[in-house]
């Protein structure tokens, strides 16, 4: 069934966190929701057996769901392509001596809508990050078709950053269903008050003129993983077209 893209406008925006709170709230509305990240780079490798860890950002997804691993997180399916070095996936899997086959990706995915209702598959960095040498993440979005959801923040510089990701997925032809602002960098000591009130304001004013179909969620700092109210509105819900 659906599937949802989550980007952002850079690495440690906020993908991982967003991901994992909208599966949870699709799961409260009562729908059969997984999340899959497209490549994760920084996996440590198992020492018991020598084999590649499940990756990081799935773990974090399913403590933020309040469930256990999946019998698809155990085989790797919600994450086949897993590297060691923190890196540019294209880096990490040179250096791992591998190619990256997007077509892993397409089948591990469609594996999972047979058993899902909504896919929500996260990125690795932001856009344009390279997933092959000769591969960038939007290309392989627009060969799907997949709807985006883009995160942001109030961070100084975010505004650019989003706008610009807003322009290349819809150079695409691709919809952008969700722009996330989530507030980890609202506070003084990550920017400034202000500068993160009016970057709000600024791009729910853009989106209201220039993407008026475009859903706008706001993410809170999570403090307790488990608790945090994340408010997905009807129409949202309705997007989805599940029922
Ligand atoms: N809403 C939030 N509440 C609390 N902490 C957050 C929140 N959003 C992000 N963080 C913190 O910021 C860090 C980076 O966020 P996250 O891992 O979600 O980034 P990402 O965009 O998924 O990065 P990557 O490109 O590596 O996947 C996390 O380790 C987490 O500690
Ligand atoms: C390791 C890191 N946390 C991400 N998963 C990968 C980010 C790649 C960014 C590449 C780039 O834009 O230069
Ligand atoms: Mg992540």
């Given at each position: 069934m659906s599937v949802l893209f989550i980007s952002g406008i850079?690495?440690?925006?906020?993908k991982t966190y967003a991901t994992g709170m909208l599966a949870k709230e699709l799961m409260k509305q009562s729908i059969n929701v997984i999340t899959q990240k497209l490549v994760q780079t920084g996996v440590a490798i198992n020492p018991d057996n020598g084999e590649m860890n499940i990756a990081d950002d799935i773990i974090i997804h399913r403590q933020l769901m309040g469930i256990a691993l999946q019998p698809y997180d155990l085989d790797f399916t919600t994450c086949p392509y897993r590297y060691q070095k923190p890196a540019s996936p294209h880096l990490s899997a040179q250096l791992a001596g591998h190619t990256l086959d997007p077509e892993v990706i397409t089948n591990a995915t469609q594996s999972l809508q047979v058993d899902y209702e909504v896919v929500l598959l996260e990125g690795a960095?932001?856009?344009?990050?390279?997933?092959?040498?000769?591969?960038?993440t939007l290309d392989y979005i627009a060969t799907q078709g997949y709807p985006v959801i883009l995160v942001t923040s109030g961070r100084l510089g975010s505004i650019n950053h989003t706008l610009l990701s807003l322009e290349a997925i819809t150079s695409r032809g691709l919809d952008v269903h969700s722009v996330i602002y989530n507030h980890?960098?609202?506070?003084a000591a990550q920017t400034d008050e202000q500068i993160a009130t009016s970057t709000i304001d600024f791009l729910q004013n853009y989106l209201a003129q220039n993407y008026p179909d475009t859903h706008w969620l706001q993410l809170p700092m999570q403090d307790d993983l488990y608790e945090t109210v994340f408010d997905l509105p009807t129409t949202f819900i309705k997007s989805l077209k599940i029922r």
């Open positions: 850079d690495t440690d925006i906020g960095g932001g856009l344009l990050v390279p997933i092959t040498e000769a591969l960038l980890i960098h609202d506070s």
